[in-house]
Nanobody, 122 residues
Framework: QVQSVESGGDSVQAGGSLRLSCAAS????????GAWFRQVPGKEREGIAF???????RYADSVKGRFTISRDNAENSVYLEMNSLKPEDTAMYYC????????????????WGQGTQVTVSS
């Protein structure tokens, strides 16, 4: 069964840090792009961090310099280290997999998890 399971979400104060984890199963994770998306109610799900099969990364401007994505192919996992958190980072965070080069379109991703909630208070 193709799936992802996210964990690590929590409620923190502004300026704090969190580390999200995503465990993938049911497909060859090492050949895929790993990605983190986030969504707030009433808005579209946005891609914020991507890591291709070679370890190259790409970030949305809103998180660049504060968030770091990494992967461990031996553990079939992708991680998101979040520092200097802001109230506007409050969202449900999802991981997903895509083609090895990390396509731009959200529709090109699969293996969506149930999400993990991050809440940042001021």
């Amino acid at each position: 069964q193709v799936q992802s399971v996210e964990s690590g979400g929590d409620s923190v104060q502004a300026g704090g840090s969190l580390r999200l984890s995503c465990a993938a199963s049911g497909y060859n994770f090492s050949t895929r792009c790993g990605a983190w998306f986030r969504q707030v109610p009433g808005k579209e799900r946005e891609g914020i961090a991507f890591i291709n099969r070679g370890g190259g990364t790409r970030y949305a401007d809103s998180v660049k310099g504060r968030f770091t994505i990494s992967r461990d192919n031996a553990e079939n996992s992708v991680y998101l280290e979040m520092n200097s958190l802001k109230p506007e980072d409050t969202a449900m965070y999802y991981c997903a997999a895509g083609s090895w080069y990390c396509p731009a379109a959200r529709s090109d991703y699969f293996a969506w998890g149930q999400g993990t909630q991050v809440t940042v208070s001021s």
